[in-house]
């Protein structure tokens, strides 16, 4: 098995940016990956690439011909699609074409445009992501159903909507600075707690905006890296996936995320790691409450325990435990099918010394990655470590 | 690396189901490929699946969780799109995975729903499958785009539509007996010539209709089949995959498709064979001049010359290499998603000798998919081989 190293990262900015078109946004990150990498195009083996509802913002299908022309790759390319864990679902299965020697150099990417649409409209698609005829058909939107999370998780371990305040005032400061990010404005729990309740208990600050973006990354075998000398010090050394009822009703459970956990499983298993070992993370907080379901799915904090650590400052840039230093979908912003590739653009800087809130994290050398769907019905980890 | 192994077929009767859901098409054919294939579900450990235009059609992205529900597997689940080769992609995949030793057990499958939307809506979610914003919104669509690569194929080499009528012609009587086919039943020449026009010089007969429909197949490890004493002698023996630009404008002929090359050469490589060694073929005629093309860039005919092989008998029934036996897409039918997988099902039954065509072809001992996406912007290459 070859060991999977990361040359290059790059994204957009992510934001509002209506007027350029989903080639255009992924060329860019392409781009920026390839340059990063050191590694000449010809070279690329396979484009893998995520994206979710292409259909309805851009009435585009069959992307990933698209994406390589506007990266300028002529190699295979494979359009992967798990909603919101898109991103990650294309990274997992990069991961193991360069691990098993079907391919030396993969470019991974994923990008979503919603702006140029009405925002019902993109409402609209993102509820595809849930279970049409049990779910969306009946109305429950995600911050509907998220909102059902929230409400079972108070109910069993309890927790107010301070607490999850405390996740987006932390997501919203870690992105200042983000060059990249969406919102590099703080926010007060107070601006948390005032907001328009949008599905009660979560509010308006309790849930990730809509993003224009892309992101994109070359992964290397460590064999390819050694001869063509490049720069590439950050490992993956774990992948994993899960995959759960896409219906919340049909789960035992709304409080747990068994497809995280099943993911996590995995990719510390392959990493030889364990919860204890991980230094910090990039989880899917697609609204407050996914935050803290992820780091319980993942294992670094008991069940019902999550929800106090934003508030009590573990998971905050000076914490223990930094999670989402980038921002996390709140603050950098949730460009859907880019989504599980940028935390890994955003770890990977992060390990390497080169963002904004490296210094916060010097002696880092192990981060994890968490991407979900929907309501947790698909999630990816990937574990990054530092190399020599 | 690990040998590639069939231990199960199954497809969905194709054609009009408008009240089936997909979820219940795609576990039907989950259900008849496990079933063949006398793995318990346990023991797959994931799930590959193609879909194409889901969010169109029924309003569901991320089916991937849904199939797996369907399919009664709790393994991770991923969906391809790769417009009509996602299930070749798919199917790809699932066979790297089993090689890579990632997977020893893979449910590989596809399905398509159409019917319960109207045409135009169908027509609508088909045309993303091109470049929207260089042919689609200037009002091209698949019947016409493949009517420019028709028209200067003529223009090329020759031929003419009673030549691209014989393929027609040909995969009708193909597809009688086949109890999964869409249409059994005869067509004759002037029937083709005699139907309307649907974009000169194509009529509608030169046309594949639209399909619901779901394939599924049981891949295995050579290892996993002996330790478990399956019946399983169909081997996978190549597996390569194309991606050409999106749209026509941009390639350098209209009579060329290089990802069918590029695919071609790739599995040819793989399993160590020319193109000389094929005994049977399944390829992707979504329109009679698509085959023609098909055959061409599999390199089994060289340039202007296929026109005529329909025609001469060669590639008939009783010809020297029968291609679409199935009935092809034209008769057989075109549940997008599903084509690439249920090219596969087709052949394997032909190979085992269970299909009501297996007579033709007694002695076939290798045979070849293709399938397409698009204008062939995309496509996969799949050899299959008689193991003892």
Same mark, same amino acid.
Do not use: W
């Given at each position: ?49 995520? #994206? ?20 300028? /790759? ?27 020697? @079907? ?12 702006? #140029? ?5 993109? $409402? ?64 007060? $729990? ?27 990354? /070359?992964?290397?075998?460590? =064999? ?63 609204? $407050? ?26 998971? $905050? ?6 999670? #989402? ?46 991407? @979900?769907?929907?309501?947790? =019905? ?11």
């Amino acid at each position: 098995m070859q060991a999977v190293r990361i040359a290059g990262a790059g994204s957009t900015a992510f934001g509002a940016s209506p007027e350029r078109t989903g080639r255009d946004l992924f060329g860019e990150a392409a781009r920026i990956a390839i340059d990063d990498s050191g590694v000449p195009r010809a070279a690329i083996d396979r484009l893998c690439y995520g #994206n979710f509802v292409g259909t309805v913002t851009e009435r585009q299908g069959h992307q990933a011909p698209l994406m390589a022309k506007a990266a300028g /790759v002529t190699a295979p390319a494979t359009r992967y699609e798990s909603a919101c864990a898109s991103g990650g679902v294309a990274l997992k299965s990069a991961v193991e074409a360069v691990r098993s020697g @079907a391919a030396d150099v993969v470019l991974v990417g994923g990008m979503e445009r919603m702006h #140029n649409v009405t925002t019902e409209r993109a $409402t609209e698609g993102l509820a595809m992501a849930a279970d049409h005829l049990y779910e969306s058909r009946a109305g429950v939107t995600f911050p509907g159903a998220y909102a059902l999370m929230a409400r079972a998780y108070f109910e069993e371990f309890g927790g107010t909507r301070a607490d999850l305040a405390a996740v987006a005032v932390k997501n919203h400061r870690n992105a200042l600075g983000n060059d990249k990010a969406q919102f590099q404005t703080e926010i007060s $729990t107070s601006d948390v707690l005032e907001a328009p309740t949008v599905a009660d208990p979560l509010g308006l600050y309790d849930a990730c905006p809509i993003t224009d973006g892309a992101s994109a990354c /070359v992964l290397v075998s460590e =064999a390819y890296a050694e001869e063509n000398n490049l720069d590439a010090p950050i490992a993956v050394t774990g992948a994993g996936q899960g995959t759960d009822s896409l219906a919340l009703q049909q789960r035992d459970s709304l409080t747990r995320t068994p497809a995280t956990t099943t993911a996590a499983t995995a990719a510390y298993d392959e990493a030889e790691i364990a919860p204890s070992d991980i230094d910090l993370l990039e989880v899917h907080d697609c609204f $407050t409450i996914a935050e803290v379901l992820a780091l319980e799915g993942l294992g670094v904090y008991d069940r019902g325990a999550a929800i106090d650590a934003a508030r009590s400052g573990e998971t $905050t840039r000076d914490g223990d435990l930094p999670v #989402n230093l980038s921002g996390g979908l709140k603050a950098k912003g949730h460009p859907v099918g880019a989504t599980g590739v940028s935390q890994v653009v955003e770890l990977t800087k992060l390990l390497r010394g080169d963002h904004v809130n490296s210094a916060a994290v010097p002696d880092a050398s192990l981060a994890v990655a968490h991407n @979900a769907g929907g309501t947790v =019905a698909s999630a990816t980890v990937h574990v990054l470590e530092v190399r020599s």
